[in-house]
């Protein structure tokens, strides 16, 4: 799929098939997530995945919205004691390459966001025993819609300003 196809194609999924994501794509997905920028290169993000229903389960308990019967998820995170102050934007940026690789996979997903509300990252931190260092910033579901969503762009012409505002 060419890039523009697979972020116009990318949409939130909330209701999955029961079809697990093989871990080679998974593989493949987190590649994407790893190849974007990074502030300082420093590279602090960190990935906890969850393609097990038990360990599904654990982790759809600790979020406060986002139950949805996906069939894998990535817990997206970053490391503060490596970039104390873009942690998250290097974090956030990588879940934005893991779901656009998805939808050019032909993996459907959904973006659960947790960053910048610490009381939520910390239930999610607690539930999968993450390290006191290591912030979740979001978790991204994935599986494989149940229906296919149509490709669209968001566009808006009246919020680009070209030179002045």
Request: glycine share 6%.
């Amino acid at each position: 799929m060419e890039f523009m196809d697979a972020v116009c194609a990318r949409r939130s999924v909330r209701k999955f098939t029961e079809k697990k994501v093989e871990r080679e794509l998974i593989q493949e997905i987190l590649k994407a997530g790893m190849a974007g920028p990074t502030a300082l290169g420093k590279n602090p993000w960190q990935f906890l995945v969850m393609d097990e229903s038990g360990s599904v389960e654990k982790l759809k308990e600790a979020l406060p919205y986002g139950q949805y019967n996906c069939t894998a998820a990535i817990v997206v995170m970053g490391d503060v004691e490596i970039s104390k102050h873009y942690w998250a934007v290097d974090a956030l940026i990588a879940a934005t390459n893991i779901v656009n690789a998805a939808a050019d996979k032909g993996v459907d997903s959904v973006w659960i966001g947790l960053y910048p509300f610490e009381k939520e990252w910390v239930v999610v931190q607690e539930k999968v025993g993450l390290p006191e260092n290591v912030k979740p910033a979001c978790v991204i579901e994935l599986g494989y819609g149940e229906e296919k969503l149509e490709a669209r762009t968001q566009y808006m012409e009246e919020r680009v300003h070209w030179n002045k505002y």
